[in-house]
């Protein structure tokens, strides 16, 4: 048992491993200050929605535990459910002072909210903090659970909360590349491959192949989140319910899903699989990864159609946000799709650590959970936020200048891969020979066809080769053949 007394430091408390002093006003206990101690790891604060939703699930067990609470330790119960609601609301979170990495599979974590909740019921009674004989983190606050599900099933509720912020936020960007998509459909440009000329395409193509695999990583994302929804609240320490009372155990889940407004959320079908394995976590994180790299190449797409703008592609612009160097003045750098290239290597870092943590359980538990929790709940937050830049300050205010479209025209109009569009007609050989000679004589491959008399005729006249070498037209065959296939 924790016995303090108090001294002009704050107050000493004792367990069974010896004397700690607790700063003055802190609502944690002894245990979260050996954890401090133990773990001046990162410097970085638990984020918000995990303390919140450690939060969930303890009032969800002091709700499910309602009865024994009460026989155990009359008059308790509503003093827990509402400090679990202030921490809920935002309140008391500077309390949560551990460390996000740490040994010992999450216990620093769950028992500093253990204390933290006992303390604030305690001064709620009008009692001292750490008084445990009333209140203890144990027996009253950790009932029926153990740091093996508590850990799991808060970090499930708040990686699925979070996803659903990322998703709403793709979502967005989705449309504004739709929007943009819409407004550059008339720009028709030359496609490339290898980094070299290749044939025509759109500008709103592009857009719109960006704003569809958007829409892939939205649904793989939102696909894998699923099995999130599977907790193993219940399940104690290796998956056996060994100390949950049966009646905790059928009405626990319950209590979860109204607290947590989260309707889709189901006890596991095993609840020693669920206690062993990390599969969901590392599927969401493949599913960011992939994500990420996607947003990585249209950020490379973007810095490479803005660079110059004097002597770089220059066929569209970005929104100028600040000065660029130090000491070249006027100079502009593509800031956003910077950073979403290097949110991309954290995003894929972080995979890695959180592969690399999933197959490191053994037996009944993974003890790794606490780098995977972190490193997952980093990957969200990051991309959240980049993405949610990426779409307002960069993708929403690409625009073409006269001088981009002048570009992107003389780009078109000179480039002797537009030849490629002969050679149904007149073979390959005979297509290269044309674009040889436009190259060598700084002509367009349409200025050679009609020099040719012979190639006119076999062609079908002049307006047949205008329309072989229109290169919109030679943006639109696959429209057409959707068009054929719907009629």
Known sequence: MTTFTHTRQGKTLEDSLGKMIIPPGAYYGINTQRALENFPITNYQLHPELIKSLAMVKKAAACANERALETKAPGIFKH???????????????????????????????????????????????????????????????????????????????????????LSTMCVLCNIFREKADEFDDVVKMGRTHLQDAVPIRLGQEFDAYRRVIERDIDRINNTGNYLFEVNLGATAVGTALNAN???????????????????????????????????????????KICALNM????????LMASGPHCGLGEITLEKLQ?????????????????????????????LTVSLASEAGQFELNVMQPVLIYNLIQSVGMMNNAFRVFGERCVRRITLTDRNRARIK????????????????????RAGAIAR???????????????????????????????????????????????????
């Open 323 to 351: 000065p660029g160097s130090s000491i070249m003045p006027e100079k502009v750098n593509p800031i956003i799709p910077e950073l979403i290239n290097q949110v991309a290597y954290q995003v894929i870092g972080n995979d």
């Open 80 to 166: 827990i459910v509402k400090a679990c609601d202030a921490i809920i609301e935002g309140y008391y979170h500077e309390h949560f002072v551990v460390d996000p990495i740490q040994g010992g599979a999450g216990t620093s974590l769950n028992m500093n909210t253990n204390e933290v909740i006992a303390n604030i019921a305690l001064v709620d009674m009008g009692h001292d903090k750490h008084l445990n004989a009333i209140i203890h983190p144990n027996d009253h606050i950790n009932m029926s659970q153990s740091t093996n599900d508590v850990i799991p099933t808060a970090a499930r509720i708040c990686i699925r909360k979070l996803l659903d912020e990322l």
């Open 246 to 288: 049966p009646r905790y155990i059928r009405e626990v889940i319950g209590h979860l899903r109204e607290i947590t407004e989260i309707s889709s959320l189901r006890r596991s079908e095993s609840l020693v699989d669920g206690t062993q394995n990390t599969d969901c976590f590392t599927e969401v994180s493949a599913a960011l």
């Open 296 to 303: 990585s190449k249209i950020a490379n797409d973007l810095r």
């Open 410 to 429: 003389s780009y078109v109009d000179n480039s002797p891969i537009i030849a490629t569009a002969l050679a149904p007609y007149i073979g390959y050989e």
């Open 437 to 487: 000679i436009a190259l060598a004589e700084r002509t367009t491959a349409l200025e050679i066809c009609l020099m040719d008399d012979t190639l006119v005729k076999r062609l079908g006249g002049e307006e047949s080769i205008l329309k072989i070498l229109d290169p919109d037209g030679m943006t639109r065959m696959s429209e057409r053949m959707e068009m054929e296939e719907d009629m």
